[in-house]
């Protein structure tokens, strides 16, 4: 149910934003059209603390709206507050595809309707719902296998309500790995059938072709539609950047400060300097660094090769059931495969060069690994389709090696792919959480594991200083690899 809400209400609320910032020009819209894609950048447990510190029964906003609102207004709880922490991660999923089918409808058929007497609502209804109807369903199928695999929301608003994330969890915790890898496969198979199930529904959808230059077409509305529409974009937008606002905030809380009080009263350096004291402040820090590289390192090498083989290579023909394979992991919820590693690698096999992998530092880059590198595969193929094969025909020609063949041509033209995806790899690495919560130990215990373990001993301001440095980890990744692909790309065009 909270996997159908959240699909639901994030397409709403990611549909309405990218027809805002498509049909409606206002100033700003540049900018804040960047800040509405932030969410996906946060790491699911830091997203769910600061709205909790925003929304929660104690939260800012909560206190606020307390005296004006009464006992209506009580803070989110509950499978409320789970779809609502769904619904700011994922939207994010639904405004990029829909911006993108937005921005390549042709005017044309906009201006057909209007001939023809349409209203813009019946010309939303009968041309632009069903031209956005494949991006609809990819995003859905992105974020119902996201929810269904949502382990960080249950477990802070979840409350008495099980979930089976947590259910898997709580087995595992009590040695039942029988039944944590009973439920792990109930959680599989419904995953896999709704991607298999709105997969092929995105196949039967229809396509709308265009010659030449699209002239991008914007829908004729009233003004007043109009400025409420952009009021109402203003106001989400608000919502949105509050948790993130108050990450930072309360990462500055002297501890103490903050009880009955809507802010802290007092503000200090203490808590970054705690931090920076204590001798075992750098090992989660160090960790997931150091198992980021290793994943990104290995779905490059892995990712690339299987799409270069798939797609330009002698498996082309075995392309549609690779690729099948291939993509399947990113399908499976990151709770299932850690119960399936530690059911593999809980004793020695010929696998893991006859030793004991789980307890061990290599079992949560491998957990990352496979969860991860379909993203890299993805958008190594879009970069290869992309790709003219005379340039490679030329190669042959002049007796190029195969090696020389791909790395003189070949890979100057992939790498911005190769670039964004292993970009993508490492920053849900650094954050990930649900695998990493069933497969740590305490020497290899992540950033995520960390902040969550400072939440359970009600250290809000040390949680949202470790918060605050794993956002700046993800801030200097993101521009370093913008740095990348900006020579990356003026080295191709060289």
Known sequence: ????????FSCVAGLFLAFVFTQC???????????????????????????????????????????IAGSWWVGLEGMYAIVAVHTYSFYVYFYLFASTALRALDASQLEAAQSLGSSPMRTIRMVILPALKPAVLAASILTFMASMASFSAPLIFGGNRRFMTLQIYNAKLNGELNVAAAEAIGLTVISILFFVLL???AEGAPSSGTKGVVRNGVLPLS??????????????????????????????????SWTWQIL??????????????????????????????????????????????TTKGRLRHWRFAIDLFATMPYAVPG??????????????????????????????PLAYF?????????????????????????????????????????????????????????????????????????????????????????????????????????????????KLGKRSAADSIT
């Open 264 to 309: 802290p009263d007092a503000y200090t350096m203490k808590n970054y300097a705690k931090l920076f004291d204590e001798p075992s402040f750098l090992v989660p820090i160090r960790n997931s660094v150091l198992m980021s590289i290793i994943t990104a390192a290995a779905s490059i090498v892995i990712g690339v090769s299987t799409a270069y083989l």
């Open 25 to 67: 020009e206002f100033p700003l819209r540049t900018t804040l059209s960047r800040l509405a894609v932030l969410p996906i950048a946060m790491p699911p447990l830091v997203g769910v603390i600061a709205f909790l510190f925003v929304f929660g029964e104690s939260g800012i906003l909560t206190r606020v709206l307390r005296p």
């Open 199 to 201: 997969k092929a529904a």
């Open 370 to 482: 496979i969860r991860l590198f379909p993203v890299v595969v993805r958008s190594t193929t879009a970069s290869l389709a992309q790709m003219d094969d005379s340039l490679t025909e030329a190669a042959d020609t002049f007796g190029a090696t195969a090696w020389q063949k791909f790395s003189k041509v070949v890979l100057p033209l992939i790498l911005p792919g190769i670039t964004s995806g292993a970009l993508l790899v490492m920053i849900t690495a650094l954050g990930e959480f649900v695998s990493s919560v069933l497969l740590y130990s305490y020497s290899n215990r992540p950033i995520a594991v960390e902040i969550l373990a400072h939440m359970r001993s009600y250290n809000f301001g040390a949680a949202a200083a470790y918060s605050v440095l794993l956002l700046g980890l993800i801030t200097i990744i993101t521009f370093l690899a913008a």
């Open 223 to 256: 003004r007043y539609v109009k400025i409420g529409m952009i009021g109402l974009c203003f106001a989400l937008l608000t919502l949105e950047l509050l948790p993130i606002i108050t990450i930072f905030v309360i990462s500055f809380a002297r501890e103490g």
């Open 1 to 8: 149910v909270v996997s159908l809400l959240s699909v639901l």
């Open 335 to 364: 709770t299932v495969i850690a119960i399936a590693l530690i059911l593999a690698f809980n004793k020695p096999t010929i696998f893991s060069a006859q030793t004991i992998l789980v307890g061990t530092f290599w079992i949560l």
